[in-house]
């Protein structure tokens, strides 16, 4: 088989055989296929498109270019959670506790993050002395005795997606469909769990900006998840603003803190609720989603999912007294208020810009190499549909450096106010299963 042909068969818009995408994912992670001839497919693939069945032998291709994870020595099913990416979104420290709040066993393997805030873990380490190494039997011992433990990836999964991944990114081929689906859900699939419920985001802040799009992003990944044997489910959200109040790491631990005090932060709580009712509706813990959303409710109420959170922290190190008393998480040395300049509706806000503001303070990388800076952060005061005065405070930049210009140059750039109130995004499109 020669590669130029798998290329011209998909630049002339045709279906690729099983054999074709094989060849290439095995070349091209042998090294055997160069990346300009990986370039020209994906490009290819860009404008031509993939029939879910080659979508779902290219991630099966891509699972099997490296190892898997397995997690059968942990009892019970094992549901993971995934977000196709957002600001402010934190719902992960919500939704692993309320989930293990019901005996569900959550093995939450996350990454460290490259671009606007940290990545899961980076955000728990703003939690002193909480670590995330651990050998793969205290991982197990973990799950299987509190229900819930998170680590950091190991192993060589979906290598192949790796490579992919950093060419796409320089080729202007990320925001393909069948691309993405493949990518995400090849990670996915390698690290083990038994079902897999997708947070997929729509708006100015995510990937895809159109409905119709996510849509057809969450279809094309639940069709593969059900296709290779993990019964998956999308929710498609919001992503129009951040999520919640609060973007940082620190920030963000505290917020998702005070909705496990049993807070009401509406849109992360409400959203953390859905995703976690479905998680354990595929886990077989309640017979319906409204049974299981009812529980749920109340164990945030009651403190059972917090209760759940601290012996997390506990298990892996960190200090309780932080979570107990959230004055103690890490802070910055200025807290620089950016207010309006005049007087409106706040009609958007723009939630890349925002992160990019929280990246410029230090809360994130932008190489990585780059160090977190886990108290710094952004705290919106303002959300869509909001009145405003000239004047009032749009957001507070907690900052260790006194002159923020570049961050409060982003944030007079991600907000927008208009005359006339707008209505209040929907938080929740659909569900797609
Ligand atoms: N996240 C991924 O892991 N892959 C993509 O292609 C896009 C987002």
Redesign the pocket.
């Known amino acids: 088989m020669r590669m130029v042909d798998v290329i011209q068969k998909k630049r002339n818009g045709n279906e690729l055989t099983k054999e074709e995408i094989n060849f290439f994912i095995e070349g091209y992670t042998k090294g055997e296929i160069p990346d300009y001839q990986a370039s020209a497919l994906m490009m290819a693939i860009y404008f031509n498109g993939m029939k879910s069945n080659e979508t779902a032998t290219l991630t099966q291709a891509m699972v099997e270019s490296g190892e898997t994870i397995d997690l059968t020595a942990i009892e019970g099913h094992k549901v993971d959670k995934h977000s196709?990416?957002g600001v402010g979104d934190k719902t992960t420290f919500i939704v692993g506790p309320l989930v293990a709040s019901v005996g569900v066993p959550v093995a939450k393997m996350s990454g460290r993050g490259l671009g606007h805030t940290g990545g899961t873990l980076d955000k728990l380490e703003s939690i002193k002395g909480f670590h995330i190494e651990m050998t793969k039997e205290e991982f197990v011992n973990n799950v299987n005795t509190h229900k819930l433990s998170v680590a950091g990836q190991t192993g060589n999964l979906a290598p192949a997606?790796k490579k992919l991944?950093a060419l796409?990114d320089v080729t202007a081929t990320?925001?393909?469909i069948p691309?993405?689906?493949?990518?995400?859900m090849s990670?996915k699939l390698a690290s083990g769990a038994d079902s897999i419920v997708l947070d997929v985001k729509t708006g100015s802040g995510a990937?895809m900006k159109k409905l119709e799009d996510s849509e057809s992003l969450a279809r094309e990944m639940v069709n593969i998840g059900n296709n290779l044997g993990r019964n998956t489910v999308a929710v498609i959200s919001d992503m129009n603003q951040p999520l919640g109040f609060e973007v940082g790491n620190a920030n963000e631990v505290r917020e998702a803190c005070q909705v496990l005090q049993g807070e009401n932060i509406e849109d992360l709580r409400l959203l953390s609720l859905e995703l976690a009712s479905h998680m354990t509706v595929l886990a077989g813990a309640f017979d319906d989603f409204d049974s299981a959303y009812k529980t749920l409710e109340q164990n945030l109420q009651n403190g059972k999912a917090f209760e759940s959170f601290r012996t997390l922290v506990k298990a892996q190190g960190g200090d309780v007294s932080v979570i107990d008393d959230l004055t103690k998480l890490p802070q910055s040395k200025y807290h620089i208020e950016v207010t309006a300049e005049q007087d409106g509706y706040v009609s958007e806000i723009d939630a890349e810009s925002i992160g990019v503001a929280a990246m410029y303070l230090g809360a994130g990388r932008a190489t990585k190499d780059d160090q977190i800076n886990h108290g710094v952060g952004i705290t919106l005061k303002k959300k869509v549909g909001d009145q405003v005065t000239k004047g009032e405070v749009l957001v507070v930049l907690h900052s260790d450096d006194e002159e923020p210009t570049n961050s409060i140059e982003k944030i007079n750039e991600a907000y927008s106010l208009s005359k006339e109130a707008r209505e209040k995004h929907q938080l929740i499109y659909k569900v797609i299963n």
């Open positions: 196709t990416g997606d991944y796409r990320v925001d393909s691309l993405i689906a493949g990518s995400i990670k990937f």
